[in-house]
């Protein structure tokens, strides 16, 4: 039997946070007697607990009109990127942004299309974790005249309009300063081929390296989805594999970080016997003074990006089907600088 979970409620925000529910309710209608720290931490706790506003939210008398977002996860750094690069650009429009937490259920995708009307959405932007998923209802929205963005576009979808990160772009330059540093053999670590934006990075990081002559048969691209065991074991699996690889891009800054750690338990020092990049997001502050490479993904700019467009798109409802792909920054440190 399915568990149905339950609603999170303003009195849990205030429960959380221990203040009032009314400040909370205010908090999240941004009333001018609200302090903008705690307008912050109300709408960050909600974020956290998967709080969806109901129609009193959502009869805001200067915001009249939503936006929803669907996103898969409150859970996932990379999503809670996005979500506030979306949320920080209409907090100066007219739209609320409906954040509406999925938790993997693609029911309450589907349902949208026949309850948009009912909450007063007139654009979505939907966060795409899974690249096989069925997009009949992006057809039906769009025939009512209701704009989707998708961030991280799904398979086979010409349709959408979308935002994506260059990752080809970011893989090439990776590729081409291990190549620089003499670097034949290299292994990219990922989550899953389902996810769009790995799917991207692998099918990436096969061209780059066919391309660049690089030792395709001691180059090899990883999903963790696919292995068993910790990163430890992970790590354990190439070092003892022949031969071994010079260089590895992993997803995460997280997973980097171990990654390294359990390198040095087996004796691989780094960078000198292991080049390492991570793949991800802004550097958290615990990280700023590490030294870890990174592949940086925008994903702050890619939600605000994805804001831009659908409030173009509600403005300029015949404009033409439009992809945007921002740029991908290779952040340097000791980990993946070695001395000619």
């Known amino acids: 039997m399915k568990t149905v979970k339950n609603k999170v409620r303003v009195e849990d925000i205030a429960r959380v946070l221990n203040i009032s529910p009314s400040s909370v309710s205010r908090a999240l209608n941004d009333h001018p007697r609200i302090s903008r720290k705690t ?176 030792d395709i048969n001691g180059s090899s691209v990883i999903f963790t989805k696919e292995q068993n065991g910790t990163i430890g074991q992970l790590v354990k699996n190439i070092i003892t594999k022949k031969p071994v690889p010079q260089a590895v891009m992993i997803k995460d800054m997280t997973a980097a970080t171990e990654f390294a750690g359990y390198a040095g338990k087996y004796g691989l020092k780094i960078p000198e016997d292991l080049l390492l990049v991570a793949i991800g997001t802004e550097l958290p502050a615990s990280f700023l003074s590490g030294n870890i490479s990174l592949l940086r993904i925008p994903y702050y700019k890619t939600g605000y990006a994805s804001a831009e467009m659908l409030l173009y798109k509600l403005k300029n409802p015949h404009a033409e089907r439009k992809v945007s792909i921002l740029p991908v920054d290779l952040v340097l440190k000791s980990s993946a600088i070695r001395l000619k």
């Open 39 to 214: 307008k912050e931490k109300v709408k960050q706790t909600a974020l956290k607990l998967g709080y969806l506003p109901g129609l009193p939210e959502l009869m805001n008398p200067v915001k009249s009109e939503a936006v929803a977002v669907i996103v898969p996860s409150l859970k996932n750094n990379d999503y809670i990127e996005v979500l506030s690069g979306i949320t920080d650009y209409f907090k100066e429009s007219e739209y609320i942004p409906l954040i509406i937490n999925t938790d993997g259920n693609r029911e309450t995708v589907s349902s949208i299309a026949g309850s948009y009307r009912k909450y007063g959405i007139c654009g979505v932007i939907e966060i795409v974790e899974d690249r096989n998923i069925n997009i009949d209802y992006y057809t039906l929205l769009q025939k009512n005249s209701v704009p989707v963005i998708t961030v991280f576009r799904p398979e086979n979808d010409e349709k959408t309009d979308s935002v994506l990160p260059d990752v080809y772009q970011g893989v090439q330059k990776t590729v081409e300063h291990f190549k620089s540093l003499n670097v034949k053999r290299m292994t990219m670590i990922l989550k899953s081929p389902d996810i769009p934006i790995d799917a991207q990075l692998a099918e990436s990081f096969r061209e780059v390296t066919e391309s660049l002559d690089v």
